[in-house]
């Protein structure tokens, strides 16, 4: 009568162990604390809540995943990712970055409330994005530089180079180009307004001074004060 050796048996039981975890398990993101960038500039104050904590943010401090930034009345923030790609946090705003993988080019970004001009790389790989999320809906872009804002239930996007999808909850989309500007509220299923020309200044989110980046764009991002 045969018996097995050793590496049989060990083989077997090294199976039978990865059988058993849950498949939820396999499936479950990337722990946070996993690197994202840092901020290159503030204007205080800026904090970022992590693991429970509240952190102070400064110019140099690291940016993980499931780090939520939030600015005060006046203050403003510039993250720079790790592909390159930045981010302009406007005064009284709340952002999740919910991960931000540069190799694979996977980026999911979460704006509770406020104002976020952002200036993404291009996107190369099939399966990369680059998303902000909202409560009313989901910009998701193929290298630009578009602005976004939700405030009073709305959702309002403004694209300067490039072009942003910007889509409802359900699944509704337009595509906005460059010089374009639409609109989606959290309550409306119809989808997003048809995009329309910004000429001069816009109303509202975007005037004529220049953001964290140094472009033109919302009087709330100015830099010349950083």
């Known amino acids: 009568m045969k018996t097995k050796s050793p590496y049989a048996l060990g083989l077997a039981l090294l199976l039978s162990l990865l ?3 849950p498949a939820e398990v396999w499936a479950a993101p990337q722990a946070a604390g996993q690197r994202a960038g840092e901020v290159s500039r503030v204007i ?5 809540a992590r693991s429970g904590k509240t952190i102070n943010a400064s110019a140099k401090t690291p940016v993980d995943w499931q780090d939520l930034v939030n600015t005060q ?3 403003r923030a510039r993250i720079a990712l790790d592909d390159g790609s930045v981010l302009n946090v ?3 705003s709340s952002m999740k970055v919910v991960k931000h993988d540069a190799g694979a080019q996977q980026t999911e970004l979460e704006l509770t409330y406020g104002k976020l001009r952002t200036q993404a790389q291009k996107i190369a790989k099939p399966d990369g994005k680059f ?3 909202t409560p009313a809906g989901v910009a998701g872009v193929v ?3 578009f602005f976004v804002e939700y405030a ?3 959702m309002n996007v403004i694209a300067f180079e490039g072009m942003v999808k910007v889509c409802n909850l359900a699944g509704v989309c337009v595509m906005v180009k460059a010089g374009q500007m639409t609109s989606v509220r959290s309550d409306d299923n119809s989808g997003p307004l048809p995009p329309t020309s910004r000429r001069g200044s816009a109303p509202g989110p975007v005037g004529n001074s220049r953001d964290l980046s140094g472009h033109s764009g ?3 991002t100015d830099h010349r004060d950083a």
């Open 152 to 154: 009073n239930n709305t």
């Open 19 to 21: 059988m058993s975890i």
């Open 143 to 145: 290298g630009t530089d």
């Open 44 to 48: 205080p104050a800026v904090s970022i």
């Open 73 to 75: 009345v006046n203050a």
């Open 131 to 133: 998303e902000v999320r």
């Open 218 to 220: 919302g009087s709330d």
């Open 90 to 92: 406007g005064s009284e």
